[in-house]
């Protein structure tokens, strides 16, 4: 009795998985993988206001040139030196 219980279970959960994996291989195909196409890059700038993060209006021209067909920069690594300098490591997201 258990065993004929327990075999129409994994019956039923294979079926499923069936039905679940066949939809989720038509989602793939409708969904674009998102690629970035530029590797990270480095700007080097002059630290002005005692703040590391509050990059000056150059280099944020800069920037935008770099990730002109991107909505977003993030700023990736940070890297202070004794002469008042900060270099930036940057990646354009979409």
């Known amino acids: 009795m258990y065993r004929s219980i327990i075999l129409l279970g994994i019956l039923l959960l294979i079926s499923s998985c069936n039905k679940h994996t066949k939809i ?36 944020k021209k ?6 002109k067909n991107h909505n977003k920069v993030v700023l990736i690594k940070i890297k202070t030196y004794a002469d008042d300098t900060a270099k930036g490591t940057f990646d354009c997201r979409i």
């Open 24 to 59: 989720s291989s038509n989602v793939s195909k409708v969904l674009i993988p998102i690629t970035y196409q530029e590797k990270p890059f480095e700007i080097k700038w002059k630290i002005e206001r005692n703040s590391i993060t509050k990059i000056p209006l150059k280099t």
């Open 62 to 67: 800069q920037i935008k040139t770099i990730c």
